[in-house]
Each structure stands twice: as C-alpha cells, then as structure tokens.
C-alpha cells in the first residue's frame, strides 16, 4: 500500500504531469469559450422562441379576422338566399345541410324566427337556456349586424362553440328572423393555413382565457378545447405577470419552457392569452449538438495534445531531466565520472546539461587532486608515525640501555662505596645518593615503557594491550577487565601501534578525568575488522560539546585517537553521556606483517 502511495505520489507529483495539466490549463479557456459560445446559443434560441411567439400572435390574429370575414360572409350569403327570406322551412333545411357539409368546422348552421323558434338547423339543437337564447337573437335584431354571441354559450350546439348571427330582412327592409353559425372551437385552433409552417416542433400553442378554459390548441385540439388548463399554478403565474417566460415541470415530469402574453380576441369578451410550450430538450436541441459537437472537437484536440505532449516531452523534456537526476544521484552517492551523456544544445537544457558536465568535470578534477594530496599526506603521516615510532624505540632504548645500565653501575658502585664507609655522615650522603638513583632509574624505566614498551616490538598487540591495562589499573587501584581474540598472526606494525596508542590514550584518559572504578577493554576480530573497546563506569561526558573544545584546541586526544585510527584506514566512535560512563569503540582493517603473509 505505501509502494502504491509512493508510486502514486510520483505520478501525479512528476514533471510529466506537471506538463499535461499545464497542456490541460491551457485548454481551459477554450472550455471557457466553448461553454460561453453554448450559453450564447442557449440564450440566441430563447430569444428566437419568443420572436417565433410573437409571430405565432401575429398569425392567429390575422387568422382569426380571416375566420371571421369568412363567417360573415357566409351568414350574409345564407340571409340573402331565397328560401331563407322566404322563410320556406324545407327549402332552408336544405340549404343549411348542404352549408353544413361544404364548411365542417362550424358546429351548426341554422334559422331562427323571431319568437326564438328554429325553422332550420343542419344539427340537433338542445338548448338549456331559452332565456338565452332569445337574448342572442334580440341582440341580432337589436344590432342588425354581424353579431357575435358570448363564450362559451351552447344555444345551438352541444359541442364547445362560438355563436355568430346576421338578422334576415325581408322585401320591406325589416328583420324577421336570423341566421346563425355555431363555429365548433375545436375547429377553430388558429392552425387552419398559416401558423403550422411557424409552429416548432414538439412545441403546443395554447389559448386560454382568464378563467383558464382553454380556447384553442395544437396540436389534438379536439382533446383540450373546452376543458381547464392542467397547471393552476402556471395559470396563476400567467395571470398575475401577463406575460413573460418561464421553466417548469409539465405534467409528465419533463422540463419545458412556457412563453405567454395576452393577446385580443373578438371571439372571447374576457382577456385571454397565448402560451407557447416547447420541452427543454427540443428548445435548446441545436445548442446542445453545438456544444457536444465543439465539446468532441475540443476533446480530440486536447487528447491529440495531450498524447503528442506525452510523448514528445519524453524525448524532449523528461528524459534528460531523468538523465540529470540520475548523473545528479551519481554523483551525490560520490560518483565523479558520472556524465549526462546527452547533446549539449542551445537550449535551456542543452545548457543546462553542459553546466552540469562540467561542474563534475570539475569535481573530478578536484577529487583526483585532492586524492593526490591525500596520497601523499597518508604517505607522509605513515613516515611521519615510522620516524616517531623509530625514534621512541630508539630514545627507549637509550634510556634502557645506556642510561640505565649506566644509573645500574652508579647504584652499585654508591653500595659498593656504603658497605666500605666508616664515616656516619658519608654513610648517610652515599645512602641518600642510591635513593635519588633508585628514583631515576625508575623514572627512566618508567619513560622507556611509554616511549615504546619493547613488548609491543617483541610480544605484539594483545600481550602489550594487555600488560598495559594490568599496569595502569595496579597503579591506580582500578579493577581491570581485558579479553581478546586470538590472531593467528602478527598484525602489520602500523595498525599495531596505532591500536596500542588509541588504547594508551584511553586509558590515559579513564585514569585522569573519569573517576570510575572498573575499566573493561576488548580486542575483538569481526568483519575483515579489528575493533578495539575501552568501556569505563565512570561519570562520562557530551561528546558533542567535548568535540566543539577539542576542534577549538582545548583537547587534543580526542582528535588524535580519531586521526590514529583513520590513518590506517579504520575509524572511532565515542559513546558517552553524562552519568553514564565512556565508551571508545575504535576499529583497523587487518592486515598482516609482511613476513607473514
């Protein structure tokens, strides 16, 4: 899971796609634009839906002046004819029945006589206002015009209708009786010539009047004509603001525009409007397929730049950066030679890779004068500890031999001198000679041990290690414990009198400052290594605080134990705290004595 995370993090952290969501962002404002250009599109079909309304208005206007110079016309023909001024019953049944059949969209057409009585009627007339219907004839009489009756009103048809009148004169120019066509409203849906063409599809033109009684529809007019407009909230919507536009859910749940306004009709005495309904999905149908359109174009351009931008940056961009952090890792784990590999261009990489070339071009060059000098100073520090080395075995060895032979025969010569004196006061001179000397010979016994104690030379490491730590403990009252591997062979000389003397100054160190009571060395062989242990129970120290001294100068054993045990290519470690003793851990690479291998 954390590899996943891990991998993860690179992915979407790398400079490859740090380069597509750049590639991504730069396509942005064209997604920008492209939904702007779709809002416009959106907001151009609002506007030429509701331009299409008003032309829809327009049109049932002029249709419904048509409708009714048509109407008047017919009633005027019907007034005119013989057989109806005549007041011929059958002669009049004819006639309206053959009107009837040549003008379906009225639902009636008939006479009727001043006393309200109906001499002719192409349909059955079931009247349930009489009262009313000799209101609509006294307005014929009383207007002797072209008269049109109330909505709705059912004197002369059973079906929905509009009442028109024309008074029939007679010879002598006074109206006796009237003619009258029962326009049937599902007929009348304003859609006879002109509006279909203009009608968009899926869309419904409805009109209603103030109470909600739906006037006129299309399409299925013969379905909705009559009846209650479906949506009282929408109603009261169009009523309270008149006109305007709107977004609602029609009955079926779909999502649909409504354009409304009011509009004149003569066929109606209460106001009425006009709606224009048209679904969502049909209105804003070409937008849509715009911006899919434009949506698809601008997924295949970013996708094609996306792929190019893919793989193009892998040979142009990511591969050196990947060459660069290689050669960069190369060289932070020490590795000099490591070059790019790659063109040294003008650009800003080629650049960029040149620098570095040279940079570790430089390093090497440094490293390799450094390792030269090193060389050399390694050298010289061996010749250096050899002459030390060989100078103190000789000064040991001078002290031991010549002097001290020397301080030998002047002790024994001042015995000599003291057993033949007779004399008490050079009795006590001679015996206060051979106690200076005593001392001094001690003291150069002492001098020649830490010069260079000829065990080391003679018995080598682990016999003088451990004569030495048996020595400073009796001298200072320590409790010593020392336990070493056995080597099957001497160790070159370098590492062991480098091991001796990191030991000697340790201890050195545990005798002077760590007030302990028990002190613990081991000589231990693991890992191709020697490694050296000076452990006390002493009060310990901060190392780091005691290293800040020793590079100011304060304390120079700490520094040389560590450079000790580096010229011979090993290292040193000091474990330590306050109260809880020290700890050198120090260790040298084996190599054997020459002669040995």
């Not at 849906?189 to 109470?211: H, M, Q, V």
């Not at 390093?363 to 000098?373: D, F, H, K, P, S």
């Not at 590492?495 to 100054?505: N, W």
Request: hydrophobic share 40%; glycine share 6%; aromatic share 6%.
């Amino acid at each position: 899971m954390r590899n996943l995370a891990k991998l993860l993090g690179q992915m979407f952290l790398g400079l490859r796609f740090r380069l597509l969501l750049l590639i991504v962002l730069t396509c942005t404002p064209l997604i920008i634009l492209t939904l702007n250009r779709a809002g416009e599109d959106r907001r151009r079909a609002i506007l030429s839906w509701r331009q299409r309304a008003a032309r829809l208005m327009q049109s049932a206007s002029h249709e419904e002046e048509k409708l009714m110079g048509q109407t008047r016309q017919l009633l005027i023909a019907m007034a005119e004819s013989g057989s109806v001024r005549s007041g011929n019953r059958r002669n009049s049944k004819k006639l309206v029945d053959e009107l009837y059949a040549t003008y379906p969209r009225y639902a009636n057409l008939g006479v009727i006589t001043t006393n309200g009585e109906i001499l002719a009627s192409a349909a059955p007339v079931i009247s349930k206002s009489p009262a009313r219907d000799r209101e609509f004839y006294q307005r014929v009489m009383d207007t002797a015009g072209f008269v049109i009756g109330d909505f709705p009103a059912q004197p002369f048809s059973v079906r929905p209708a509009v009442n028109f009148g024309y008074p029939v004169f007679d010879r002598t120019g006074q109206a006796g009786s009237a003619v009258f066509a029962a326009l049937d409203l599902s007929w009348f849906n304003r859609f006879g010539s002109e509006l279909p063409p203009d009608l968009p599809k899926g869309a419904t033109w409805t009109e209603i009047s103030r109470d909600g009684t739906i006037l006129a529809r299309n399409p299925v007019p013969k379905d909705w004509v009559g009846r209650q407009f479906p949506d009282p909230n929408l109603l009261k919507t169009i009523v309270t603001s008149r006109e305007g536009a709107t977004e609602e859910m029609d009955a079926s749940g779909v999502p649909t525009f409504y354009t409304y306004a009011p509009m004149q009709n003569q066929l109606v005495s209460q106001e009425t409007f006009a709606i224009l309904e048209t679904p969502k999905e049909i209105l804003f149908a070409s937008a849509d397929r715009s911006l899919a359109r434009n949506l698809g174009w601008l997924a295949a351009a970013a996708a094609l730049a996306i792929t190019l931008g893919w793989v193009g940056s892998n040979f142009l961009i990511v591969r050196p950066v990947k060459a660069l952090v290689h050669s960069s890792t190369r060289l932070a784990m020490g590795d000099l030679s490591t070059r790019t590999g790659l063109r040294h261009g003008r650009d800003e990489l080629g650049r960029l890779t040149l620098a570095f070339d040279l940079m570790a071009q430089a390093l090497e060059q440094r490293e390799l004068e450094r390792n030269r000098a090193s060389h050399k100073l390694q050298a010289l520090s061996h010749r250096l500890v050899e002459v030390q080395e060989t100078e103190r075995r000789s000064i040991a060895r001078e002290l031991h031999d010549e002097i001290g032979q020397s301080l030998t025969v002047a002790e024994l010569n001042l015995h000599a001198a003291l057993e033949n004196s007779s004399q008490a006061a050079l009795t006590h001179r001679l015996e206060e000679s051979i106690e200076a000397v005593g001392k001094v010979l001690e003291q150069v016994q002492d001098l020649s041990l830490n010069l260079r104690p000829s065990m080391l030379d003679d018995l080598g490491l682990e016999s003088a290690l451990r004569w030495y730590t048996n020595r400073q403990a009796s001298l200072t009252g320590l409790r010593s414990r020392f336990r070493a591997d056995a080597l099957e062979k001497r160790i070159d000389p370098i590492i062991e009198t480098e091991c001796f003397r990191v030991a000697q100054e340790a201890l050195t160190n545990v005798v002077r400052h760590s007030r302990a009571r028990e002190v613990a060395v081991e000589l231990r062989r693991r890992d191709g290594h020697l490694h050296l242990s000076v452990k006390d129970d002493g009060v310990g120290f901060d190392v780091s605080k005691l290293r800040e001294k020793a590079v100011r100068g304060a304390s120079l054993g700490l520094l040389s134990m560590e450079e000790r045990a580096a010229l011979t290519g090993g290292g040193l470690e000091y474990l330590s705290s306050p109260g809880h003793g020290t700890e050198v851990h120090a260790w040298f690479p084996i190599k054997w004595r020459a002669e040995d291998s």
